[in-house]
């Protein structure tokens, strides 16, 4: 019975229990205890070697009294030799010596040799694992793939790594400045974000402020300028939260000025009108999340609201507008508003010109659902004194003729843009009904002509303009750029014009992309012996013809201006700029201030 069982056992091959692994080895014909003895074996070769490189060092302590005679190689000396210089010619004709000496450019093709015996030098090193010895202290140590190389081409320990590492490196660069670089301070000066020399202590003072806001707990007694101003600023830095909101909130206060509502919501709407009761001017900017229950809440409390302006109200229902005008209305004497695309429509301005009996100021820009109706209820409204339009539906010319005709003797300013079909009749009826103008905008605009426009200004009774915008003023004609005989647009007739009528107590000017106005024009505008001593602000954009010659003529004639617009005028390549005079748009000019900075633009 045992003989058959041990027969069976045998027969069927029953052995211990194996692993995958063993398995694999066995089947390719590798032995474990192969691998085992030549890890043994490596290990004391690489302690062999260690021990006579240690004896070595201790034989070169001693210098020799003599140079000893070489003895001839003997033949075990020579087969290595003759081993390594067959090993260094395989890597002379390896890619990664190829590699190698591509990266060397420049060197002499001697130091081929010098490679091939680097690279062979780092391919005997010891590998991660194996102990090695230290180029610098000789100190025994496992070589790890971390371990740095020294200076000539051997392994460091962990202690040499560091001390050779902090001796190597480079200085800390210097620390610049706080300040704003040079470049970058004539940038600012160029484009009058800043002035010559230091600013006042008050500018200085609100700028702090608005650096550290989220470290300030109140205002304290600041002046309703001072806070326009920060809140002007934290707009800029997208700094109004529901936190920074606080600091402008005062129960005595009649206005607030709020230019970036962006991250507000509806309760922060609500406490400004809780927190303020006595509130007369609400003056909010990008009030996307306002609802109609603000609006209710007003009438509810019946507020004292005289000026509002807002911008992109979209959430408000047409319904609730009329509500407000009908409830509030009376006591209404400026409205703007801008960007809304969702509501305010034809039958609401009709609400507004009815119940607003007291409005004295107009703004309506980018209003989408607004047209002909509305601008027939606008022309009904008497007590206008200002009057600004920019819709975005098409309108017929006749209704604008009817607001000029109703509203033009009271009028003090008179913005119209975008109005394409309006023609000289407008410009006609604006120079008999209209006497009392100090600003007038009549922008993008191709149809009125430059005769029409030079016989609005010549004998014109209206006191001088000190606000004059005719930007895209133009005849506008891919094919004919020249434009047609006879000018269309301002052009250089109307610019005369308006300069000697205006010239005298005009402060805003803006002609650009009015191209055809001619170099001669400007010539005769900015002569020798004009002066135009109120005049800050000019734009002249994409006005090719305008060159250094007549940008030096501008500075001469206008002793006040504080900021010229010159996009597109490439003929500007090197002006000698006043002191207190930001020159915007140049494009690879060179200017210099006063001739102490200069700036390349690029």
């Given at each position: 019975m045992r003989y058959c069982r041990a027969n069976r056992r045998q027969a069927s091959n029953i052995r211990?229990?194996?692993?995958?692994?063993?398995?694999f080895l066995a089947s390719n014909n590798i032995s474990a205890a192969q691998i085992r003895d030549d890890y043994g074996r490596r290990v004391a070769e690489v302690a062999r070697q260690a021990a006579e490189e240690e004896e070595d060092a201790d034989l070169d302590m001693?210098?020799?009294?003599?140079?000893?005679?070489?003895?001839?190689?003997?033949?075990?000396?020579?087969?290595?030799?003759?081993?390594?210089?067959?090993?260094?010619?395989?890597?002379?004709?390896?890619?990664?010596?190829?590699?190698?000496?591509?990266?060397?450019?420049?060197?002499?093709?001697?130091?081929?040799?010098?490679?091939?015996?680097?690279?062979?030098?780092?391919?005997q090193r010891p590998t991660p694992g194996q102990l090695g010895n230290c180029e610098i202290c000789g100190k025994r140590f496992t070589v790890t793939p971390y371990s740095k190389t020294?200076?000539?081409?051997?392994?460091?320990?962990?202690?040499?790594?560091?001390?050779?590492?902090?001796?190597?490196?480079?200085?800390?660069?210097?620390?610049?400045?706080?300040?704003?670089?040079?470049?970058?301070?004539?940038?600012?000066?160029?484009?009058?974000?800043?002035?010559?020399?230091?600013?006042?202590?008050?500018?200085?003072?609100?700028?702090?402020?608005?650096?550290?806001?989220?470290?300030?707990?109140?205002?304290?007694?600041?002046?309703?300028?001072?806070?326009?101003?920060?809140?002007?600023?934290?707009?800029?830095?997208?700094?109004?939260?529901?936190?920074?909101?606080?600091?402008?909130?005062?129960?005595?206060?009649?206005?607030?000025?709020?230019?970036?509502?962006?991250?507000?919501?509806?309760?922060?709407y609500h406490k400004i009108l809780a927190t303020m009761p006595n509130l007369t001017r609400l003056n909010l900017r990008f009030v996307t999340p306002m609802k109609d229950r603000i609006f209710q809440y007003m009438m509810?409390?019946?507020?004292?609201?005289?000026?509002?302006?807002?911008?992109?109200?979209?959430?408000?229902?047409?319904?609730?507008?009329?509500?407000l005008f009908t409830r509030l209305g009376p006591r209404l004497r400026s409205l703007k508003l801008w960007n809304l695309d969702?509501?305010?429509?034809?039958?609401?301005?009709?609400?507004?010109?009815?119940?607003?009996?007291?409005?004295?100021r107009l703004k309506l820009k980018h209003l989408n659902k607004i047209g002909d109706k509305a601008l027939e209820s606008?022309?009904?409204?008497?007590t206008l004194q200002h009057l600004s339009l920019h819709v975005s539906q098409e309108t017929t010319p006749e209704l604008l003729l009817q607001i000029v005709t109703e509203l033009g003797p009271n009028l003090r300013s008179l913005s119209l843009e975008e109005f394409y079909f309006a023609d000289d009749s407008l410009l006609e009826l604006i120079r008999d009904k209209c006497q009392h103008l100090k600003k007038l905008?009549?922008?993008?605009?191709?149809?009125?002509?430059?005769?029409?426009?030079?016989?609005?200004?010549?004998?014109?009774?209206?006191?001088?303009?000190?606000?004059?915008?005719?930007?895209?003023?133009?005849?506008?004609?891919?094919?004919?750029?020249?434009?047609?005989?006879?000018?269309?647009?301002?052009?250089?007739?109307?610019?005369?014009?308006?300069?000697?009528?205006?010239?005298?107590?005009?402060?805003?000017?803006?002609?650009?992309?009015?191209r055809h106005i001619s170099y001669a024009a400007y010539e005769e505008a900015f002569g020798e012996h004009k002066r135009y001593p109120e005049l800050k602000y000019l734009d002249i954009s994409f006005n090719?013809?305008?060159?250094?010659?007549?940008?030096?003529?501008?500075?001469?004639?206008?002793?006040?201006?504080?900021?010229?617009?010159?996009?597109?005028?490439?003929?500007i390549r090197d002006i000698n700029i006043p002191r207190g005079v930001a020159v915007i748009g140049t494009v690879g000019a060179k200017l210099t201030i006063d001739g102490i900075t200069q700036k390349e633009l690029v």
């Open positions: 211990g229990p194996h692993s995958a692994l063993t398995d001693e210098e020799p009294e003599y140079e000893p005679t070489p003895e001839p190689d003997s033949p075990e000396d020579k087969a290595k030799k003759r081993k390594r210089q067959q090993a260094i010619e395989k890597i002379k004709k390896s890619k990664e010596f190829a590699r190698r000496k591509a990266r060397r450019t420049g060197e002499p093709d001697d130091d081929d040799d010098a490679l091939a015996n680097e690279m062979m030098d780092e391919n020294g200076p000539s081409g051997g392994l460091l320990c962990a202690q040499c790594s560091k001390n050779h590492v902090g001796g190597d490196k480079k200085a800390a660069p210097k620390k610049r400045s706080s300040g704003i670089g040079r470049r970058q301070n004539q940038s600012n000066l160029l484009d009058g974000l800043t002035s010559q020399g230091t600013q006042s202590l008050l500018e200085t003072c609100i700028k702090k402020v608005a650096e550290n806001i989220s470290d300030v707990e109140e205002f304290g007694d600041l002046p309703p300028p001072v806070m326009h101003r920060l809140s002007q600023i934290l707009a800029r830095r997208r700094a109004i939260t529901s936190t920074t909101l606080d600091l402008f909130l005062r129960p005595q206060n009649k206005e607030i000025n709020i230019y970036d509502c962006a991250k507000l919501d509806t309760d922060d509810d409390r019946d507020m004292n609201i005289q000026d509002l302006h807002l911008d992109s109200p979209n959430l408000v229902t047409d319904e609730v507008w009329r509500q969702s509501a305010f429509d034809d039958e609401t301005v009709e609400v507004l010109g009815k119940n607003c009996t007291q409005l004295q606008i022309s009904t409204m008497k905008r009549l922008a993008i605009n191709a149809e009125f002509t430059d005769k029409a426009l030079a016989n609005l200004f010549r004998g014109w009774s209206n006191p001088p303009l000190s606000f004059a915008d005719f930007h895209r003023v133009r005849d506008v004609d891919m094919a004919n750029p020249a434009g047609p005989p006879e000018p269309v647009g301002l052009a250089s007739d109307g610019f005369v014009a308006l300069m000697e009528h205006s010239g005298a107590r005009i402060e805003s000017l803006n002609v650009a992309s009015c090719g013809m305008v060159d250094d010659y007549l940008a030096q003529c501008i500075f001469r004639c206008c002793p006040a201006l504080t900021r010229l617009v010159v996009f597109g005028c490439f003929k």
